[in-house]
């Protein structure tokens, strides 16, 4: 049931959709080329996020200027909750693809080579799940159009994982995260999967309780 609404809003804004994909293949081969430095994980971290935000403001563009085609959608049977969660997983498929992409473009580039893939997917994971996480409640709060400044602030969140890069964490610290990796690795994909279904609780009842009319 999902699938319909995931194709409704790839087709809504097929230019985007299109755009993901550029972004997710172009931006980490920039990045790898114009400023090396920034290459591994913090160029993935950034083709998930624009990736995320351009897809969030071009679908909610296009539904903030036909509303009642979301309240009509909702009266099928594909339900407010169905519609919600087809969001959510739509953000998940655009990680999954930058993940996929950059994975066949570090084969090949040596700048973009990350020591360990599944651990910094997994902190790419958990940091688009608290952006959008705490994002998109508010967005169904207070709609598009009092939100869609706020959604340019997911950008810092290269920036602070540059920072957090720098500080010097204990030598116990860093030695259990290196030797337990596959634990580390589990650790931030299940604080990622909670982060996605607290938000999608409180996006789903707030949505609930619109009147989309």
Do not use: H
């Not at 550029?22 to 971290?45: F, N, Y």
């Not at 953000?91 to 994975?103: A, F, P, T």
């Not at 902190?123 to 959008?132: E, I, M, S, T």
């Amino acid at each position: 049931m999902l699938i319909p609404l995931i194709k409704k809003d790839l087709m809504i804004v097929k230019a985007y959709s299109l755009g993901v994909v550029a972004i997710a293949a172009g931006l980490p081969l920039l990045l790898a080329w114009r400023q090396p430095q920034m290459g591994g994980m913090i160029s993935l971290l950034m083709a998930v996020l624009i990736s995320s935000v351009a897809f969030n403001l071009a679908i909610s563009e296009k539904e903030n200027q036909y509303p009642k085609a979301t309240a009509l959608l909702s009266s099928t049977p594909y339900t407010k909750g169905k519609v919600v969660i087809s969001k959510y997983a739509l953000y998940i498929i655009i990680y999954l693809v930058c993940c996929v992409v950059y994975w066949g473009e570090m084969q090949l580039v040596p700048d973009l080579k990350l020591e360990n893939f599944a651990q910094a997917t997994a902190l790419v994971f958990l940091v688009q799940a608290l952006g959008l996480g705490i994002f998109l409640p508010i967005q169904y709060k207070f709609g598009y159009e009092k939100t869609k400044f706020v959604c340019f602030l997911l950008f810092l969140s290269p920036v602070i994982i540059d920072i957090t890069k720098r500080v010097s964490f204990p030598a116990q610290l860093v030695s259990l995260m290196q030797s337990n990796t596959i634990m580390v690795t589990a650790i931030w994909n299940g604080f990622g999967i909670c982060v996605w279904f607290i938000s999608f609780a409180i996006s789903k009842k707030i949505f609930d309780k619109k009147d989309l009319i």
